[in-house]
């Protein structure tokens, strides 16, 4: 990895390679000598620079040493030969060996001090990053120890609503359960005050009246109807509940199974050393995803599910209150008017007693008096016949006495005494037989008030039989109140 940085004591730059010092051959490349250069040897681009620069001294001569002795001896031998003077202008100065001395002594001086700087700017450097490292992998680390806590808090409130609603929907399970356990017990008092509509039909005459018991009992109908609707209503308002309650447990569940692999991740990631088995370079996995989440959106995702399971809670909540309240009315308004409807029945049913008690009593006395009628019809047939033979007699002596001959045939007083006699027979008989009609007229009357009152009483019997024999009969199988509030 190429590394640049700067101290207050040098520049520097570390080239590509795994070794901290340059390699020789780099370093030999590098020196430069502000000399001119020789150009005795043309194979070199640096003739000044031995073959042994960097090299341990050596007793054995090379074949190089040999060649420059030589050298060395040709050179001296120009100096003696006239012809080759001129070559000595073309040398240099001691004054140009002297600073060519000084110059490298200068630039090795120069060379081994920025060598020495960069040496110990580059320890610097190596231990201020490793410290850097250090810090920067400890921070990490505590930054995933505090995202570790981060998610064990918004585990447990996860878990802490969970539960709460799980025992939410359980309780509004049971709630359930039992509204439709009332629903289903209104039926049979349904069922009852049809019946006993339908069998108070089946009165008779002038017992088919609309009566008290009559409008109670299309009222305990209709009562009964009313609360069915209401409990209907809240048996689908509990059932969308629940749907929204196990929507918003899913997406808890979800969160938490989300935060419980997060959290394993990251307790493994925070668990990682140096040292670890596993790790390994991955390029490019630290460019941003522009896709992914930010802390307050993280946090805020979670605190909205718990904010909507919450608000789903208490929702469901007050359906539970409003269901035990229902269930609480539903059971006073059947009870009540069920009481209503038994009051009227024991009204009407002591009127039809009473009734029926007085017509029994009439006609008691009715047929008392047809016996005492037809008796007195025979007593006036009696005497009718009783009077014919006195009315005979009188009218056979008138018949005899009108035969006396001549001033004999005399108006005297047995004569007006004989007519008298038989005009007051003949106006008995008149008036013993219009009594006779009259009393036979009175029979009939009797008779007919006696049919009369033998099919009244009949009918009374019928309708008390409906109402108490019938209609009570089935009316005490009315549940309780804790079947009508669900409880079984």
């Known amino acids: 990895m190429e590394l640049t940085g700067s101290t207050q004591m040098a520049t520097y730059t570390r080239p590509k390679t795994s070794h901290f010092l340059p390699a020789i051959s780099t370093t030999a490349f590098s020196y430069r000598s502000h000399q001119p250069a020789l150009t005795l040897n043309q194979n070199s681009n640096m003739p000044w620079r031995t073959n042994s620069y960097f090299r341990s001294g050596s007793a054995i001569p090379t074949v190089s040493a040999l060649q420059r002795e030589n050298l060395d001896l040709v050179r001296a031998k120009t100096m003696f030969y006239p012809s080759n003077r001129t070559a000595l202008s073309t040398r240099y100065m001691p004054e140009d060996w002297y600073k060519s001395n000084q110059s490298n002594y200068r630039e090795s001086e120069s060379s081994r001090n920025s060598a020495e700087r960069l040496r110990r700017d ?90 008290d018991v009559e409008k109670d009992l299309i009222k305990e109908v209709e009562v009964i109807k009313s609360c069915q609707e209401r409990m209907r209503r809240h048996l689908d308002r509990a059932i969308a509940q629940l749907a929204s309650n196990r929507a918003a447990q899913h997406e808890l569940e979800r969160d938490l199974s989300d935060k419980v692999t997060a959290q394993r991740i990251d307790d493994r990631c925070h668990h990682l050393r140096n040292t670890s088995d596993g790790i390994s370079y991955y390029r490019g996995i630290d460019r941003m995803d522009p896709s992914i989440s930010l802390p307050d959106s993280w ?75 037809e008796t007195l019809i025979e007593a006036l047939k009696k005497a009718i016949r009783d009077k014919e033979n006195p ?95 669900g409880y079984t």
């Open 122 to 211: 580059t320890i610097r450097m190596i231990q201020d990053k490793d410290q850097m490292t250090r810090r920067t992998q400890d921070t990490t680390s505590k930054n995933i120890g505090e995202r570790l806590n981060d998610i064990s808090f918004w585990r447990s409130e996860l878990n802490h609503e969970i539960d709460n609603m799980v025992t939410e929907i359980s309780v509004l399970m049971d709630v359930k359960r039992r509204l439709e356990r009332a629903l289903a017990e209104t039926e049979g008092p349904l069922q009852v005050s049809q019946e006993c509509l339908f069998h108070r039909e089946k009165r008779m005459s002038i017992d088919l009246v609309h009566d």
């Open 299 to 373: 946090s805020k995702f979670t605190d909205d599910n718990i904010l909507h399971s919450q608000s789903e809670r208490a929702a469901s909540h007050k359906l539970r209150d409003e269901i035990e309240i229902l269930l609480n009315a539903t059971s006073n308004e059947m009870w009540n008017q069920f009481n209503s409807v038994n009051v009227s029945f024991t009204n009407r049913i002591s009127e039809m007693a009473d009734a029926k008690n007085n017509l029994q009593a009439h006609l008691a006395k009715t047929l008392q008096e047809i016996f005492q009628t």
């Open 391 to 485: 009315l005979k007699v009188a009218q056979t002596r008138l018949e005899e006495r009108s035969r006396r001959p001549n001033v004999e045939l005399c108006r005297d007083n047995p004569h007006h005494r004989l007519v008298t006699e038989v005009r007051e027979i003949e106006d008995t008989i008149h008036k013993l037989r219009e009594r006779l009609r009259e009393a036979e007229n009175t029979l009939q009357t009797l008779v007919k008030t006696k049919v009369t009152l033998e099919h009244d009483l009949s009918v009374k019997a019928n309708s008390l039989f409906l109402d108490q024999e019938k209609c009570m009969g089935m009316r005490k199988s009315f549940p309780s109140t804790p079947r009508l509030v």
